[in-house]
């Protein structure tokens, strides 16, 4: 068993960062991959970005070059740094814990989100 608590969401204007938080616990936190995924109002949730257990990290074309995900294994955390926020970025972001693929339903599992609102 994972489980996982985001923090760090909040407003910020267009341009700024942020840094999410994700703490897991459990002893198998370093077995699975973790990642991020975002659910804006309306639409399904998607794949933003995830770090392989043995440091590998891909993102989604949309936040590529912007965002960077990270992991200690130590401290049984998962770090999301945004930079350079846009306006559609806005969205309830999602720690989750599972396989090394990009799909939602290959995640084991989930946080509850934290809220990120970018203003134009």
């Known amino acids: 068993q994972v489980q996982l608590v985001e923090s760090g969401g909040g407003l910020v204007q267009a341009g700024g960062s942020l840094r999410l938080s994700c703490a897991a616990s459990?002893?198998?936190?370093?077995?699975?991959?973790m990642g991020w995924f975002r659910q804006a109002p309306g639409k399904e949730r998607e794949f933003v970005a995830i770090?392989?257990?043995?440091?590998?990290?891909y993102y989604a074309d949309s936040v590529k070059g912007r965002f960077t995900i990270s992991r200690d294994n130590a401290k049984n955390t998962v770090l999301l740094q945004m930079n350079s926020l846009k306006p559609e970025d806005t969205a309830v972001y999602y720690c989750?814990?599972?396989?090394?693929?990009?799909?939602?339903?290959?995640?084991?599992?989930w946080g509850k989100g934290t809220l990120v609102t970018v203003s134009s």
């Open positions: 459990g002893r198998t936190f370093s077995n699975y991959a």
């Open positions: 770090v392989w257990s043995g440091g590998s990290t």
């Open positions: 989750a814990a599972g396989q090394p693929t990009m799909s939602p339903r290959d995640m084991n599992y």
